[in-house]
């Protein structure tokens, strides 16, 4: 059974850092492409960045430079570094297969930039 599960979110001030974790278990993680996704408070769900089998990534343009996905194939660990948070930044954040798999959304993490 594939299951994702993210985690590391909390409450962090205007250009802070934090490190988003997801863990994959059920899949041949080093195989597929997965990205990290968030959703805005009354805003629809959105690609933050993609990183593929082959480690191409690809970032939306409002984090371009400030953020930096990655991924541990020997853990079946995917990380989204976050880095001079932006208000604007502050959503749910979910991580999946890219193109996503609506079976597989999990509850995210919510994060939360504010002074």
């Known amino acids: 059974q594939v299951q994702l599960v993210e985690s590391g979110g909390g409450l962090v001030q205007p250009g802070g850092s934090l490190r988003l974790s997801c863990e994959v278990s059920g899949i041949i993680f080093h195989f597929n492409a997965m990205g990290w996704f968030r959703q805005a408070p009354g805003k629809q769900r959105e690609v933050v960045a993609v990183l593929t089998g082959s480690g191409d990534t690809n970032y939306a343009d409002v984090v371009k430079g400030r953020f930096t996905i990655s991924r541990d194939n020997t853990t079946n660990m995917m990380y989204l570094q976050m880095d001079r948070v932006k208000p604007e930044d502050t959503a749910v954040y979910y991580c999946?297969?890219?193109?996503?798999?609506?079976?597989?959304w999990g509850q995210g993490t919510l994060v939360t930039v504010s002074s």
């Open positions: 999946n297969a890219a193109p996503p798999d609506p079976d597989l």
